[in-house]
């Protein structure tokens, strides 16, 4: 095993794709002489050529649409949105054409390709730099939505999401970039990950844990320090935002009872939103207390570091609002209290 970055995970398991299917090739935006403006592709270009590593001009729209034909000719084209901000100029080919085009054609014509696409708040890049917008493509169906929070994870579902047959976006928290973790060496030893289906990630008893991405590393900080204090949480990650997998969410909350969910993006009609209802339905009769979520604050995203921070989903505020819910069955916890007042029900931040 090696320990290698999240970024360093994704750009080995691009080359290793692309030296296994001569058919893989990457386009975006400053991917090949400048290799990337977080440095995925670095090194790419010099090894594979302009044929296969191609740098387009600032028109997500046009450089989307011409992988989408690629990719019905039986290319698998890479596509690397340089943030999913910009995704939004792309937004009729992803979701009109990318998404619909098998079940319009009767299934006659695939589009087996992937946008890769950076996101997420906390590098102070200003409210237009700073989104979380995964919610509007998962919302589509025929499109595939992945969200990894590891290396290992990264390189497992890049692989599955590459050679899969349906449209993938592929989410990079921006915060993820230089976290560490353990990957096989060499990278093709990873195998590719099951689209669709969540971990869990630290088993548990009292409470379960659900996130993805930047967050579902949090919340395995938060299981710690409740570890500490006597308090078995259980952590769930998504990993793939759709198709989703309520099966591991409602087994979970059936085994412990309670369950908060944590996302970047906004709370109102959310991926926390669309959990809280898969709980309502499959593990409402197991429930001792109202499921809680914990998200970004429902403003553009501030500029000033400080207003940023407060805005941004914490360990803390996860850390709170798992307190609440453990107070609410009537279970006690070091440093809560059974007999404090019932938490407000707007979620803790």
């Not at 360093?8 to 990337?36: K, W, Y």
């Not at 039986?74 to 901000?85: A, D, K, S, Y």
């Not at 006659?108 to 950076?118: D, L, N």
């Not at 308090?231 to 087994?251: F, G, H, I, K, N």
Request: aromatic share 6%.
């Amino acid at each position: 095993m090696a320990t290698v970055t999240y970024r360093q995970a994704l750009r080995d398991t691009l080359r290793a794709e692309m030296l296994r299917d001569e058919n893989v090739f990457l386009m975006g935006e400053e991917i090949g002489l400048f290799e990337g403006s977080y440095k995925i592709t670095e090194g790419l270009l010099k090894e594979f050529g302009p044929r296969r590593v191609r740098d387009t001009p600032i028109a997500e729209e046009g450089f989307v649409g011409a992988a989408i034909g690629a990719a019905m000719l039986g290319l698998r084209p890479v596509v690397e949105i340089m943030t999913i901000n910009f995704s939004l100029l792309a937004l009729d080919q992803i979701v009109n054409h990318a998404a619909k085009i098998y079940g319009m054609f009767g299934g006659q014509a695939s589009v087996p390709m992937v946008i890769r696409t950076p996101g997420g708040g906390g590098q102070q890049l200003g409210a237009t730099h700073s989104q979380n917008v995964e919610l509007f493509y998962s919302f589509i169906p025929g499109l595939k939505v992945l969200a990894p929070s590891t290396p290992a994870e990264a390189s497992a579902m890049l692989k599955a999401a590459i050679r899969d047959d349906d449209p993938v976006l592929f989410l990079e928290n921006l915060a993820l970039y230089n976290t560490k973790g353990e990957l096989p060496a060499p990278v093709e030893d990873v195998e590719p990950a099951e689209i669709g289906r969540a971990a869990v990630t630290r088993p548990g008893t009292d409470i379960t844990i659900i996130g993805y991405s930047r967050m579902a590393r949090v919340a395995s900080e938060v299981a710690e320090t409740l570890a500490a204090e006597g308090v078995s949480a259980e952590v769930v990650d998504l990993r793939s935002l759709r198709p989703l997998d309520r099966q591991t969410v409602v087994e979970s909350v059936r085994k412990t009872g309670c369950a908060v969910v944590a996302e970047d993006d906004w709370l109102t009609y959310g991926i926390g939103a669309e959990i809280a209802a898969t709980i309502q339905e499959g593990a409402f009769d197991w429930l001792d207390a109202p499921v809680r979520r914990v998200a970004m604050a429902e403003v553009p995203l501030p500029y000033a570091k400080s207003l940023e921070t407060a805005a941004l989903p914490s360990a803390e505020s996860l850390l709170t609002a798992v307190r609440a819910t453990l107070r609410a069955t009537g279970r006690t916890t070091p440093g809560t209290d059974a007999t404090s007042p019932r938490p407000a029900l707007e979620p803790a931040r």
